[in-house]
């Protein structure tokens, strides 16, 4: 066990819908980022937040949404549904922000979305 | 931007043959760098991570050499097992927040 935890491990919804995946970051992590791993794009960086605070986006569609609350969990929201948003989407957390950039990640072992 | 380069796989090799899977990046400034590993049906773990140039990380038997002359981050290993199937992925860390990824090499290990 990571310490990240995300749920749920598995969703399957229809295009159209809107779904929300959730992440507890390991004790002590204030930094939250999201990745969307899909087979043809690879890894790629969605959003971060440290301490509440949005502070990095990277290839997050603008059907896509992030917050972090103040007990610092996190929850990507993924409206309007398509074909193409099938994926694993991990969350991570670290314990430093900018600073510190020696620090690694922490990974959730993933939600897979199947939209059919 | 930053960059991560890996070796296109997939890779399969026989048990207790050697591994190197190659990695180059390009970044400004002195970015850490890491590998990942992908178990079947698992998150990523970090498997071992170099700070500075020159600096080895080694886990597990794996190794890896910071190269900034050559802008590279190669993972070796002299001996695979079944067990190492899984997909590996190179990334580094700059200045800003986020982890770059290589594509990923998934790495399969015959008996």
């Known amino acids: 066990d990571s310490g990240v935890t995300q749920t749920p491990k598995h969703l399957i919804t229809a295009t159209g819908q809107r779904v929300t995946l959730r992440c507890s970051p390991r004790s002590g992590d204030l930094s939250v980022y999201w990745y969307q791993q899909s087979l043809d794009q690879g890894l790629q960086f969605l959003i971060q937040y440290y301490n509440g605070e949005e502070r990095a986006k990277g290839n997050i569609l603008e059907r896509f949404s992030a917050q972090q609350f103040p007990d610092l969990h996190s929850e990507l929201n993924l409206s309007s549904l398509e074909l193409g948003d099938s994926a694993l989407y991990f969350c991570a957390s670290s314990s430093r922000d900018r600073v510190f950039a020696h620090y690694g990640y922490t990974f959730g072992s993933g939600t897979r979305l199947t939209v059919v | ?111």
């Open chain 2, 1 to 111: 931007g930053n960059s991560v380069t890996q070796m296109e796989g997939p890779v399969t090799l026989s048990e207790e043959a050697f591994l190197t899977i190659n990695c180059t990046y390009t970044a400004t400034g002195y970015p850490s760098l890491f590998w990942y590993v992908q178990y079947p049906g698992e998150g990523l773990q970090l498997l071992l991570k170099a700070t500075k140039a020159d600096d080895k990380g080694s886990n597990k038997g794996f190794e890896a050499t910071y190269r900034k002359e050559t802008t590279s981050f190669h993972l070796e290993k002299g001996s695979v097992q079944v067990s190492d199937s899984a997909v590996y992925f190179c990334a580094l860390r700059g200045g800003a927040q986020k982890l770059v990824f290589g594509q990923g090499t998934r790495l399969t290990i015959n008996p």
